[in-house]
């Protein structure tokens, strides 16, 4: 096998030629779709993190070997360090506003040592105001109980212009409620306490948004305020799919398990797989609910697939989702 045969062997991966030399940097930075994230203007002591995702869009396996900072207003980590083709990790970037003020900025350094050596260079920004202090520094929810909903109260000081004001606040989230109140002002300090709410029927799942404090401020007049946390659904069904394997002409039977954290009511069943799939329900209020889920087979077919909504009372008429699949054989 000649030189130049065995070279080409060596270096081809899933997408084309690994890169070699000088062209291992824009390989490496490939893997970000974001290299960059400007924090704006920052509350001091507020927690702001931001995360950089990486895949790995190549045959071989890729490993982070370290992260590092070029400043400490900027603590950088690391989450899966080796990754498998379209795998996923990220680093994550916190911004220190409790020992920094001002505008503060940062570079770190991603060391990836295989296949290949190659360095990625990402970049934070941000100001750090020191005449605003959130006490906590950010709205945590913890683990939220979905149809109920939870609430969060942060105090906001300033110090600064005797006649300071906030002049609103904003969110994208439409499951987020904030009710504002001036608490203080004497000479040149302001003070005002926010509530923040997650309503009842908010979407199930890790959240992790923000809040944009508008001030009257000429420059810097918008404050971003993080705010965490994770909705458990109220209601739950197990399984989230039922299969069924049936022979023409015949019938088959399995249950359903709805629960809740308190007595509720089923309101309904609907399905899209018209009258091949039949429901019992109850109407009485209860914590678990056993619904016989009966399959007709009236043709052979690989493969149905049919999406089940169930509405109940919870809320306002909260609707679980599972899926029937069936094979007629």
């Avoid at 490496?28 to 994230?37: N, Q």
């Avoid at 109940?312 to 007629?328: F, K, N, S």
């Amino acid at each position: 096998m000649t030189r130049s045969i065995l070279f080409l062997l060596l270096t081809v991966g899933l997408h084309g030629f690994w890169p070699t030399g000088a062209s291992a940097q824009r390989w490496a930075d490939k893997m970000f779709s974001v290299r960059v994230h400007d924090f704006g203007a920052v509350a001091r002591g507020s927690k702001q993190q931001f995360t950089f995702e990486l895949e790995n869009k190549y045959e071989e396996d890729v490993h982070v070997a370290s992260v590092r900072s070029s400043c400490g207003c900027t603590s950088p980590s690391v989450g899966k360090r080796t990754l498998k083709t379209w795998e996923k990790s990220e680093i994550v970037a916190t911004f220190n506003t409790r020992s920094f003020l001002g505008q503060k900025g940062a570079t770190i350094t991603v060391v990836i040592d295989r296949p290949y050596y190659a360095e990625v260079q990402l970049r934070v920004d941000g100001y750090i105001r020191s005449d605003v202090v959130l006490d906590p520094g950010a709205v945590t929810f913890g683990e939220v109980e979905g149809a109920v909903g939870a609430e969060r109260k942060v105090a906001i000081s300033y110090r600064g212009r005797g006649d300071w004001r906030i002049l609103d606040v904003v969110s994208t989230n439409k499951s987020f409620e904030v009710e504002l109140d001036e608490t203080a002002r004497a000479g040149d300090r302001v003070e005002y306490e926010m509530v923040v709410r997650v309503r009842p029927g908010a979407p199930e799942g890790f959240f992790q948004d923000q809040l944009t404090l508008v001030t009257d401020d000429r420059r810097n007049a918008r404050l971003a305020v993080p705010v965490e946390g994770k909705v458990k659904p109220a209601v739950t069904v197990f399984p989230k799919v039922v299969s069924f394997v049936v022979n023409e002409g015949d019938e088959a039977t399995k249950k359903l398990v709805i629960r809740g954290k308190a007595p509720f009511k089923i309101l309904g069943v609907e399905c899209d797989g018209g009258d091949c799939l039949k429901f019992e329900t109850s109407s009485e209020a209860r914590k678990v609910h056993f619904i016989p889920v009966t399959f007709h087979a009236k043709q052979k077919t690989e493969a149905l697939e049919h999406q089940v909504r169930i509405r109940t009372d919870v809320g306002e008429e909260l609707v679980v989702t599972c899926q029937v699949t069936a094979i007629v054989r």
